[in-house]
């Protein structure tokens, strides 16, 4: 069963550790800005501050009368700039007070109500403001006056932390757009790894088709592209497995199929032979126990054939050795002459190559020539001629032909004669001394050829009949030498 979308999904890890990261980032850069950037801020306000107050209580003292009115608050405008964001206030004995941002403190005190005692202190009552600079002016000995340098006071409570409004403004909205970036760059992430723990699913429930479309070549897009070669490679190798064990099966028909034919015949003979009921001359007698005896043969043929094809299919060692080819054709072929000439075939050998040495196991070599002359004798009827041929071919190969003038093989078929168990529709026919065999000596032919290094092919003969050639590499010459 598939379960998507269940379990603990990435995307919430990430998300968590993101926020996390950006929560605790946020707070060390506010510490930060506290302990080491507000310090030397305020040192510097100071200095500036002191610098103002002195300039302005100078100034005062220097007037040749004590500046009242406009005049007094253009001489504190003039250092408004130096002190920003703080004010600059003058305070007179006489109960005057003036100041730039033109009349602004002026105005909170008178909000308060309570102006001597604040403007008195390095704080008000309720800390609100804090005086950073005085300068007491002075004319000849007398003390006019104050001037002092005002702010508003953030160093308590959070404020204190951050410094100012806008950064306290710019800290959650720099947390929620960076959290926003980061949850959107992890959602596209996890869909993209969602899309592949889908196809991995898929693929365990036996669906090779599913495929990934992700084409970026970054990392996820490259795990995606294996992944899909992934699929690709079991789904080829799904296939020969599917083809293999197909053919395992048919393999299994067939063999079932053809041993219990020549059984169900011997059953035949020998139920009608104990059958009292069932009058039986001594001449069928005969026949029928003939009829055993070609049967039980006949199994006997298919079983050895079906081992030694089995055996040469698993690999079974061939004892090669340097030999002449030629030399091993000719004595098979006369082993041969008397049987084709009791069946009414002419044999003939051409030998193009006078000596032909290959690698080979010498019996096998014999098997192969031995099937194709034992296939020659059963299926081409009496008066036919059959020519064994051996060539030079190219490339240092040696091409062994048997072509006969029979009945052959429909050139639709012709791919089907090294196919276990294929026989042709002409099968049946031949010599009359001759059955129809197995459909194995060919498939045999094959194997013996192909462990050798060659290969095997069957062509239609002109004007009819069928030739197969045989072509196995030769040995070569300073091989020969060391060798001989
Ligand atoms: N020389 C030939 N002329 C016509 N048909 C042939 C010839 N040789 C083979 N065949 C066809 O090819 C089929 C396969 O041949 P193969 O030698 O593999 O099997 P078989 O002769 O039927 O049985 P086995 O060789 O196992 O006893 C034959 O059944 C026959 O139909
Ligand atoms: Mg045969």
């Avoid at 980032?25 to 080491?36: E, F, I, N, P």
């Avoid at 639709?412 to 065999?437: H, M, N, W």
Wanted: with cysteine; glycine share 10%; net charge positive.
């Amino acid at each position: 069963m598939t379960r998507f979308g269940l379990g603990r999904s990435l995307f919430w890890t990430i998300a968590a550790i993101f926020l996390l990261t950006t929560v605790v980032g946020t707070l060390l850069q506010a510490l930060v800005a506290s302990a080491v950037l507000q310090p030397l801020e305020a040192r510097e306000a100071k200095a500036r501050a002191e610098l103002a107050a002195s300039a302005v209580a100078g100034a005062i003292a220097a007037a040749p009368s004590p500046p009242r009115g406009a005049e007094l608050d253009s001489l504190l405008e003039r250092q408004r700039e130096s002190v920003r964001p703080a004010w600059i206030v003058f305070r007179g004995t006489d109960g005057t007070i003036a100041s730039a941002p033109a009349g602004r403190f002026i105005a909170l005190e008178g909000s308060r109500g309570d102006s001597s005692s604040s403007a008195t202190g390095r704080q008000d009552a309720r800390g609100r403001f804090e005086i950073i600079a005085r300068r007491a002016v002075t004319r000849g000995p007398t003390v006019i006056g104050e001037v002092q340098v005002m702010r508003r006071n953030w160093s308590r409570g959070a404020m204190g932390i951050v410094g100012s409004r806008n950064s306290i403004l710019l800290f959650p909205i720099a947390i929620i757009a960076s959290a926003f970036a980061g949850l959107v760059l992890v959602r596209l992430l996890v869909r993209r790894l969602h899309a592949m723990e889908i196809l991995a699913a898929r693929v365990a429930e036996g669906d090779l088709t599913v495929r990934l479309t992700d084409r970026s070549g970054d990392e996820i897009g490259r795990l995606a592209e294996q992944l899909n070669r992934m699929t690709e490679r079991l789904a080829v190798a799904r296939s020969q497995i599917e083809a293999t064990e197909l053919e395992r099966r048919q393999l299994f028909a067939d063999i079932t199929h053809e041993l219990a034919t020549p059984l169900t015949s011997i059953r035949g003979y020998a139920e009608t032979m104990l059958d009292p009921g069932v009058p039986v001359s001594q001449e069928e007698r005969t026949q029928y126990v003939r009829g055993l005896l070609d049967e039980s043969r006949r199994m006997d043929l298919l079983i050895r054939d079906l081992f030694d094809l089995a055996r040469l299919e698993a690999g079974a060692p061939l004892s090669r050795v340097r030999l002449d080819w030629a030399a091993l054709c000719r004595n098979t072929i006369e082993r041969f002459e008397p049987r084709f000439r009791r069946a009414g075939l002419s044999l003939s050998w051409n030998q193009s190559a006078h000596e032909a040495w290959i690698e080979a196991d010498g019996h096998r070599m014999e098997q192969v020539l031995e099937n194709l002359l034992v296939n020659a004798l059963r299926y081409v009827p009496e008066g036919g001629a059959v020519q064994v041929e051996l060539t030079p071919e190219s490339g240092e190969r040696f091409g062994l032909t048997v072509r006969d003038n029979g009945p052959g093989i429909p050139a639709e078929e012709l791919p089907l004669v090294f196919k276990r168990f294929y026989r042709g529709a002409g099968s049946s026919g031949g010599t009359a001394t001759d059955q129809g065999g197995s459909g194995l000596g060919l498939a045999i032919v094959r194997e013996i050829v192909e462990r050798h290094g060659g290969t095997v092919r069957a062509r239609g003969n002109t004007p009819r009949g069928l030739a197969i050639t045989v072509e196995l590499p030769g040995r070569g010459p300073e091989t020969k030498e060391r060798a001989s």
